[in-house]
């Protein structure tokens, strides 16, 4: 069972602060990684994705990708209230002849002024 | 991003009616699109991935049956609720996948919240 795992939160952090969102995975072999956000009621919005170690930075938001302890994480640099949402990590894994997604639970982050 | 349409949006109908929902992508060609089902809080969960051209491939405990899935064309996926019951009522959402040199992504449709009475 290909496994995807983050904290639920609510994590709660002071507007301007670094908001740090943390994922873990199972399967050794997942070689695609993305952060989506998701806004209540709405559908989950590409963020960012990483496929190599170490850090890709793409204006307030930096992933960070380490396949020796599969893990992956997102840094929100300068947090707004407009912040305020349900991360999403989700792994690329290659299962039954097509490339999928494998999704973590999410975490809520909220971002309080 | 690429963009991706859903629709519709929100659809409210009686229990055994049978229900479509249609998803397109606008500004690109999708050979591959994904259909998932998220209940409250919940959160994503694969249904099955939708080929153009061939039989869409269902996730263990997703009834093929119910939930038919055909991929006419590039820009278009269609997911049909057959006789559709209350335990069916819930976010459905699909995604297509943009291939291009250097990346190999999901875009999400907005969306469609059926409620089955």
């Known amino acids: 069972q290909k496994e995807v795992e983050q904290n639920s939160g609510p994590l709660s952090v002071p507007e301007g602060a670094i908001a740090s969102l943390n994922c873990t995975y199972s399967d050794r072999g997942s070689q695609s990684f993305f952060w989506y956000r998701q806004y209540s009621g709405k559908s989950p919005e590409l963020i960012m994705f990483i496929y190599s170690n170490g850090d890709k930075e793409d204006g307030r938001f930096t992933a960070q990708l380490n396949k020796a302890s599969q893990y992956v994480s997102l840094l929100i640099r300068d947090s707004q209230p407009s912040d305020s949402a349900t991360y999403l990590c989700a792994v690329g894994v290659f299962s039954g002849g097509y490339n999928k997604l494998i999704f973590g639970a999410g975490t809520r982050l909220a971002v309080h002024p | 991003g690429a963009v991706v349409s859903q629709h519709p949006s929100r659809v409210i109908c009686k229990s055994g009616t049978s229900v479509k929902i249609e998803c397109r992508s606008l500004d690109f060609q999708a050979t591959t699109m994904f259909w998932y089902r998220q209940f409250p809080k919940k959160s994503l969960m694969l249904m099955a991935t939708s080929n153009e051209g061939s039989k869409a491939t269902y996730e263990q405990g997703v009834e093929k049956d119910k939930f038919l899935i055909n991929h006419a064309s590039l820009t278009l996926s269609t997911l049909t609720v057959t006789s559709a019951h209350p335990e069916d009522s819930s976010f459905y959402i699909c995604?297509?996948?943009?291939?291009?040199?250097?990346?190999?992504?999901?875009?999400f449709g907005p969306g469609t919240r059926l409620t089955v009475l």
């Open positions: 995604s297509a996948r943009d291939r291009g040199p250097g990346t190999d992504t999901q875009y």
